[in-house]
């Protein structure tokens, strides 16, 4: 069964980036997508988009497209997720899940990285 | 987008009760549809995948049925590890959209 390990919980200011990684193992990178999801305090899942390590085609979700860059690093079987122009309203858990693409969901997740975006 | 949408957004329920939480879809997702389970301070995790099929390792008193635009998760006998959130996501076309959950609350 795969494992995903994502970076530490971070503060950013308001204008600021933040690029989450997250590192797989016990399975081939490549065979999978990575999606990325995050959950602001007390509220549901919101999916922000998808990358496959395959050949790095993406899909963002619009809500933040312009802002939002998803890489991977086949070398090191690591996928990120960088988030620029923060606001308030991007402090949230963010998650990485291994994506089947359009057949089986999302099996297997990280443990979630907290980004707290305050001044 | 395709918008999800869940009922209830909160079910109170006992130990050994029969629970179905229900998931609308705006448009038509085929079977392409996924249940999570999430309890408080952790990541999601895969119950059903394809409307109906069970993930490796989920008990069987979780099931799932459904096409099109209607979904049912069932919890035949609810257990004190079943009280958490749960949501429904369609993956037939992109964005994925997650329905908004379901509490499931000790009654």
């Known amino acids: 069964q795969g494992q995903l390990v994502q970076s530490g919980g971070e503060v950013k200011k308001p204008g600021a980036a933040v690029k989450v990684s997250c590192k797989t193992s016990?399975?081939?990178?490549?065979?999978?997508?990575i999606s990325w999801v995050r959950q602001a305090p007390g509220q549901g899942l919101e999916w922000m988009g998808w990358i496959s390590p395959y050949n790095g085609n993406t899909n963002y979700a619009q809500k933040v497209q312009g802002r939002i860059t998803m890489t991977t690093d086949t070398s090191t079987s690591t996928a990120y997720m960088e988030l620029r122009s923060l606001t308030s309203d991007d402090t949230a858990v963010y998650y990485c899940a291994r994506d089947w693409g359009a057949t089986n969901g999302m099996d297997v997740w990280g443990q979630g990285t907290t980004i707290t975006v305050s001044s | 987008d395709i918008q999800m949408t869940q009922s209830p957004s909160t079910l109170s329920a006992s130990v050994g009760d029969r629970v179905t939480i229900t998931c609308r879809a705006s448009q038509s997702v085929s079977n392409w549809l996924a249940w999570y389970q999430q309890k408080p301070g952790k990541a999601p995790n895969l119950l059903i995948y394809?409307?109906?099929i069970l993930e490796s390792g989920v008990p069987p008193r979780f099931s799932g049925s459904g096409s099109g635009t209607e979904f049912t998760l069932t919890i035949s006998s609810l257990q004190p590890d079943d009280f958490a959130a749960y949501y429904c996501?369609?993956?037939?076309?992109?964005?994925?959209?997650f329905g908004q959950g379901t509490k499931v609350e000790i009654k």
């Open positions: 016990n399975y081939t990178f490549t065979d999978y997508g």
């Open positions: 394809k409307a109906s």
């Open positions: 996501q369609q993956y037939n076309s992109y964005p994925w959209t």
